[in-house]
């Protein structure tokens, strides 16, 4: 059974950094592509950075590039999100989604973990 | 970016209507799309992609349709188990973006 958990999620202040955990198993996890989606409260999915099996190449939107950075441990089957320089537009629940194949579609998801940004 | 426009944004329905929820992009994605499920507090699921291709494991009630610029999800009669929100996504370009989400409550 595919699973995605996340974690790290906790109350920080702006300008503060936290980095989120992914933990996968039930599929190799070095074959696929690993991509972070979020979304703020009462409102849509969001992506937010995506990392190459081999993790050679990571992509991210404009509104966090420069200050998230996306990596991964095909040792531990983990994938991270370091996030800095947080602000309260960055609260949000943040999803671990896996990509099928080599497309952008999302075939498994995690539960998501909550970040806040406040002070 | 591309911008994917769903409507509703939500409605009530009862259980054994045929509901169809409509996905506007911004410009022609061809059928680079996917619709997804989600119930409060759950992950979201994967239903459907390249516009129509149905996942592994969904039911057949669920379809979907359309190409270029307008698409549809069509849920043939609904369960207590599809009360839930649903979102379209494009892939055609990247950034992949969201629509907005289309909430689907118990009338």
């Known amino acids: 059974e595919v699973q995605l958990v996340e974690s790290g999620g906790d109350l920080v202040q702006p300008g503060g950094s936290l980095t989120l955990s992914c933990a996968v198993s039930?599929?190799?996890?070095?074959?696929?592509?690993m991509s972070w989606v979020r979304q703020a409260p009462g409102k849509g999915l969001e992506w937010v950075a995506s990392i190459r099996p081999d993790g050679s190449a990571r992509y991210y939107v404009d509104s966090v590039r420069g200050r998230f950075t996306i990596s991964r441990d095909n040792t531990e089957n983990s994938l991270f999100l370091q996030m800095k320089d947080l602000g309260a537009e960055d609260t949000a629940v943040y999803y671990c989604?896996?990509?099928?194949?080599?497309?952008?579609?999302?075939?498994?998801w995690g539960r998501g973990t909550l970040v806040t940004v406040s002070s | 970016a591309i911008r994917m426009t769903q409507s509703p944004s939500s409605f009530s329905a009862s259980t054994g209507d045929r509901v169809t929820i409509t996905c506007r992009a911004s410009?022609?994605?061809?059928?680079?799309l996917a619709w997804y499920q989600q119930k409060g507090g759950e992950a979201p699921k994967l239903l459907i992609y390249d516009a129509s291709t149905l996942e592994s494991g969904v039911p057949s009630k669920f379809s979907g349709s359309g190409s270029g610029t307008d698409f549809a999800l069509t849920v043939s009669s609904l369960q207590s188990e599809d009360f839930a929100s649903y979102y379209c996504q494009q892939y055609s370009a990247y950034p992949v973006t969201f629509g907005g989400g289309t909430k689907v409550e118990i009338k």
């Open positions: 410009e022609d994605i061809g059928r680079s």
């Open positions: 039930g599929f190799t996890f070095r074959s696929h592509w």
């Open positions: 989604a896996r990509l099928m194949g080599w497309t952008t579609i999302y075939d498994y």
